[in-house]
């Protein structure tokens, strides 16, 4: 009898794996559409504050904050995902994501809530071909009348165009 046991995580895919073990999502708005990341990768929330910007930086990354002692990178979404001209105002929030042990600031038009969805209830991101990237999706939650678009942000900021993140294999 073979008395070792091997745990195995595959880090790559945060779809779920188990049928019938609920995932919990924090829900967020850029323009029109609602989106949702894994809370477990979600530090902490903060109002938008000025940034210091970066020269040479792509136009999404709006600059780095030191946040308590960590110089942090911040990402405006809705410029990354072209959805047009970003306005901040009060409802303007920073997601503080914590990612392979790196931190990094997201900046959306504002935060819902957090949703708890079933295995049942998420539903694989359709082909878009060639127009549109869906290898950072998980796939399409739904709850009532709600449906959330949901992001793998740990694809998303690992992907070779953002590079914040170091890859996950």
């Known amino acids: 009898m073979n008395t070792t046991s091997q745990q195995t995580t ?16 924090l829900s967020f ?26 020269a040479n930086a792509p136009e999404y990354i709006k600059g780095v904050v030191n946040l308590r002692g960590i110089i942090v990178p911040i ?20 997601i503080v994501l914590n990612i392979g042990g790196r931190v990094v600031g997201m900046v959306v038009d504002s935060v819902s809530d957090v949703i708890t969805l079933s295995a049942e209830q998420i539903k694989p991101a359709p082909e878009m071909g060639s127009v549109l990237d869906t290898d950072y999706l998980i796939g399409l939650g739904t709850l009532d009348e709600r449906m959330l678009i949901l992001v793998d942000i740990d694809k998303l900021m690992s992907s070779d165009e953002m590079g914040l993140v170091e890859k996950v294999v």
């Open 10 to 25: 595959d880090s790559r895919h945060t779809a779920p794996s188990r049928p019938g073990r609920p995932l919990e999502f």
């Open 29 to 54: 708005t850029l323009g029109q559409e609602e989106y949702g990341i894994d809370i477990q990768k979600v530090q902490e929330l903060r109002g938008y504050d000025a940034v210091t910007r970066i």
């Open 75 to 94: 990402i405006d979404m809705r410029i990354k995902f072209k959805l047009g001209t970003p306005s901040y105002d009060q409802f303007t929030v920073v």
